[in-house]
């Protein structure tokens, strides 16, 4: 039997340390080399700004899973702080600029679930889809300014920010639940 801790303890810091560490990993090596392809392959067409919009939901996911194994206020900043630090450390195209972000992102995914505990002990779909809500908000408008996003036309403008409010809920909603949902069905935890 699994225990999802709502305490922070050693166990909490590890799992969250953990998820921030292979989510890093993760953002490096996997995510960012097929979003550079992706990319790539849509500049002739003018709409490449928008591939940065379609992989959003998946650089947010760290929050969710950390707060889903350490059920508490915070655990989702930390989870998302760290895998953008390691992200960084590790060589991600975006530099010091990415741990910036993994906390705006992180924070704002935590949205969802303050300020009551229960919610983060329910990890409900609600929960988790209002986070990803809010975590796309977080990476949006500071990237919109950060980027120079105002520059293109409002066409690709709109098409960027409808492109996100899908990947954030299908991504960072939608997939996260279903991999909480699995986890629940092979760990059967309790929380405490």
């Known amino acids: 039997m699994f225990t999802r801790s709502s305490k922070w303890n050693v166990k909490s810091i590890i799992l969250v340390t953990l998820i921030g560490i292979i989510m890093g ?23 490449a700004p928008v591939v940065d919009n379609i992989f959003t939901g998946l650089w947010y996911m760290a929050a969710p899973l950390a707060m889903y194994f350490v059920p508490t206020p915070g655990s989702g900043t930390i989870g998302e702080l760290l895998a953008a630090t390691v992200e960084m450390a590790i060589g991600g195209q975006w530099g010091a600029l990415t741990i910036f972000e993994g906390l705006v992102q992180g924070a704002a995914n935590e949205v969802g679930f ?79």
């Open 114 to 192: 303050f300020p009551k505990n229960e919610r983060y002990e329910r990890f409900s779909w609600k929960s988790v889809l209002t986070g990803a809500f809010f975590a796309n908000l977080g990476g949006f408008i500071p990237s919109y300014f950060l980027f120079g996003w105002s520059h293109y036309s409002v066409t690709l403008q709109v098409a960027m920010f409808i492109t996100s409010m899908i990947s954030a809920p299908l991504f960072d909603g939608v997939l996260v639940k279903l991999i909480t949902n699995l986890f629940d069905k092979a760990l059967k935890p309790i929380t405490k």
């Open 25 to 47: 990993v993760l953002y490096t090596y996997g995510f960012n080399n097929v979003y550079n392809l992706v990319k790539f392959s849509f500049l002739p067409t003018g709409y």
